[in-house]
């Protein structure tokens, strides 16, 4: 097969290969390193990694093979970010600035803000200005090394909105960031209805319409006190179930409500925030495979003094991904490895188990894991070029990208010097 390209002579491609499987446990730091690595390419796909001497010898390149020159380097894959609010409609910056003068969330909404706020002005928003604003934020996530995403509604709250909101993201899917888009119709109840009808219509109307018009893979609830009830999230979760739209939570953000239970007990994909999970939930989370999805970046953003118990979850064998919960009011964030940073910092992950938390297992928990989180034979070649020479700088040099090339399917998505690779 012709190879259409080489990276080689990294210092550490990281290649994550291991178990078809997120990792747990003690696999959450194992990365796979190879030294003087390369990898190959052909039409998207990799189709070789080992150290690049031997790739040189084995392989058939020719004239028409680009080769990047890795030299003192790290590689990774693309990074995954399994939690986003891509698509809205204005910011909160007034919000940012109330809050820390003592604002509390409570009177932020009473004052027409919080999350309603949002919820106008996208309603307001066309689709074309929806797309033009997400595409925006999009580049920036490539820039910072992200090549795939999970994207959520919940700034409609009507059907409109929401599938308005989804259509969207289906509309960018592949162009070129992989989207994994989820149904969030139940992130809040309106402002004045009732919430047992709300549930009631998101069961009867929204979930069969939104799995009728093939506008979602997931289907997401907001747990929380004060938003849905575990019995009103379970059984909005397992419509969506019924409609082949597979489980996700928003767990435990607040306060322990039962989230990390519900997300094990209807076999959730991920269960995400988790500051106030349950020890109990935890265990029962690890038994069913439930990725936990942390989201450090919201805590800094939102100046809280606490993080989700992460070592705890890695000694109970949850697997953790990371996701950087970009959205307008909460963390107005898109850079995966800036919350990496946090992940070490604020929530005692060693750089390993965060850079395992932000690849594969961040793949397993957009249900991509089986062709993108790793480099490995047969898997689309996403791929990161960092300026360092170890793979812990991605997280120690906080707030400054080190991204210097992202690759997708093999093409070259961002450059930082803005150029392309010569063949040599």
């Not at 190959?40 to 990694?49: F, H, K, L, P, Y």
């Not at 890695?314 to 992940?343: H, Q």
């Not at 993108?372 to 400054?400: C, F, N």
Request: proline share 4%.
């Amino acid at each position: 097969m012709p190879v259409d390209l080489l990276v080689r002579n990294a210092r550490q491609l990281v290649s994550l290969a291991g178990p078809a499987a997120p990792r747990a446990g003690l696999l959450q730091s194992e990365l796979s390193i190879i030294e003087d690595g390369a990898v190959a390419v052909s039409e998207g796909r990799i189709v070789a990694v080992g150290s690049t001497e031997e790739l040189l010898r084995k392989l058939p390149l020719d004239g028409r093979t680009i080769q990047i020159d890795a030299a003192g380097l790290v590689v990774t894959p693309g990074l995954v970010d399994s939690h986003t609010h891509l698509v809205f409609a204005g910011t909160r910056v007034a919000e940012f600035d109330l809050r820390a003068q003592g604002a509390t969330y409570g009177q932020i909404l009473a004052a027409g803000g919080g999350i309603y706020d949002t919820v106008r002005r996208t309603r307001a928003a066309d689709a074309a200005q929806l797309l033009a604003t997400a595409r925006r934020h999009l580049g920036s996530m490539a820039r910072f090394g992200t090549t795939a995403l999970e994207a959520k509604s919940g700034y409609g709250l009507d059907l409109e909105t929401e599938c308005r909101q989804l259509a969207v993201l289906m509309e960018l899917d592949g162009q070129p960031l992989d989207i994994a888009p989820t149904f969030l119709g139940a992130h809040a109840v309106p402002s004045g209805a009732d919430p047992e009808s709300y549930v009631e219509w998101l069961c009867e109307a929204a979930i069969p319409e939104v799995a009728r018009r093939g506008l979602a893979r997931f289907c997401d609830v907001f747990c929380e006190a004060g938003v849905f009830t575990p019995e009103q999230s379970e059984r909005i979760l397992r419509t969506g179930m019924a409609h082949s739209l597979r489980p996700r939570v928003h767990a435990d953000e607040l306060h322990d409500t039962g989230g990390a239970s519900l997300a094990a007990r209807v076999g959730a994909i991920s269960a995400d925030h988790l500051h106030c999970a349950s020890e109990v939930g935890l265990v029962q989370m690890a038994a069913a495979g439930v990725i936990a999805v942390l989201l450090p970046g919201t805590a800094v953003f939102l100046g809280l003094k606490t993080q989700a118990p992460a070592r705890r979850m890695i000694e109970l064998g949850v697997p953790l991904a990371l996701g950087t919960d970009f959205n307008p009011g909460s963390c107005y964030c898109e850079s995966l490895a800036l919350v990496m940073s946090f992940a070490v910092s604020q929530c005692r992950l060693t750089a390993a188990e965060a850079l395992v938390a932000a690849t594969i297992n961040g793949a397993y928990a957009v249900g991509l894991g089986e062709r993108l989180g790793s480099l490995e034979v047969g898997k689309q070649a996403d791929l990161v070029i960092w300026d360092a020479d170890d793979y812990r700088l991605i997280p120690y040099h906080m707030g400054t990208s080190l991204v210097r090339t992202v690759l997708k399917r093999g093409q070259i998505l961002y450059s930082s010097n803005g150029s392309s690779p010569c063949p040599s």
